[in-house]
């Protein structure tokens, strides 16, 4: 275990490999093409290179890049959103067909500016992804559309493969961690989400090195299985800018593998437990242990 001390430095396992190959400018090049934003870009995520050049996926986040929540972990720009582009679903659509993807996940700003919390936009996109590649699985992965359920409902009614919604940290640290967002109302968002439809698999990730025990990491764990949340990621925070939380431990990789251990004994299908695990990193695996097949 490393925790906190005066210089928390970067374990050797957290070292990233930078690749920016053929396939890497490729993707670059077409997201700014299609003026599209992706969270592999604007959360800085550590894994860009690998998904990118190696594995060829991305996660798009829809409804502009400006998101009205300020969340303390998160890098993604917070302010005024002004952009609500209703060409947006067809233009990720092609680029789904462009990349070949089997799979797709597709996240969003939080647009607590917006009526329908951007619910329109978000189910639009998964109908036109559907359209064009109906061979496609979609992943969708919304804030909590500040727990008004007849968004959620909109959102659900197109069908995605999987709803995944982020429960981000454990129960004591959620206030700290996230803006506006509450634990209870992210169990009661997967819960609502799995009695709309109950066929479709739900999925949650948490970040751990923000302070917490490993007891209130099993503690979550048993708060998303009573809620039937079928899929658990586990990843370890980093911090993205010195405005953001400072990082109080890096768990080994050791630790994320018994906690794997630990989630799979809890009844998840599936779970990806490692230090730069992500909520949408390798989804595609998990769409096979969930043998799911596109609704199309
Ligand atoms: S893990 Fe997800 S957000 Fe990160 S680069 Fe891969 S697809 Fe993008």
Not at 7 to 35: A, S
Not at 144 to 155: P, V
Not at 205 to 231: H, P
Not at 240 to 257: C, D, G, I, Q
């Amino acid at each position: 275990m490393v925790t906190k001390t005066e210089n928390l430095r970067k374990p050797e396992w957290l070292k990233i490999k930078l690749n920016t190959n053929e396939n890497y400018t490729n993707l670059k090049k077409m997201m700014r093409e299609k003026q599209l934003h992706t969270v592999c870009e604007e959360a800085k995520c550590p894994n860009i290179h690998e998904c990118w050049a190696i594995r060829r996926t991305a996660t798009f986040m829809i409804l502009g890049s400006i998101c009205t929540r300020a969340c303390r972990f998160c890098a993604v720009q917070t302010g005024v959103p002004t952009e609500l582009d209703w060409r947006e679903p067809e233009r990720v659509a092609d680029s789904v067909v462009q990349m070949n993807l089997k799979h797709v996940v597709i996240t969003a700003v939080a647009r607590d500016d917006l009526k329908d919390g951007g619910a329109g936009v978000f189910a639009e996109t998964v109908r036109a992804v559907r359209r064009k590649s109906p061979f496609t699985s979609i992943e969708v992965l919304p804030s909590d559309m500040g727990g008004i359920y007849e968004h959620l409902k909109t959102l659900m009614d197109a069908r995605p493969d999987i709803l995944n919604h982020n429960i981000e940290t454990v129960r004591r640290l959620s206030d700290q961690v996230r803006a506006r967002a509450k634990y209870e109302r992210s169990l009661e968002f997967l819960r609502r989400a799995k009695e709309m439809h109950p066929d479709i698999p739900t999925k949650s990730s948490i970040m751990i090195g923000l302070g917490e025990e490993k007891e209130e990491i099993i503690e979550a764990m048993d708060d998303l299985r009573a809620n039937q949340v079928n899929i658990i990621t586990i990843g370890q925070y980093l911090q993205p800018s010195k405005r953001h939380l400072s990082v109080m431990k890096y768990w080994t990789p050791a630790e994320f593998n018994e906690l794997k251990e630990i989630a799979l004994s809890k009844g998840f299908d599936h779970c990806e437990s490692g230090p730069l695990v992500r909520s949408s990193y390798h989804a595609d695996e998990q769409v096979n242990s969930e043998k799911v097949q596109p609704r199309g």
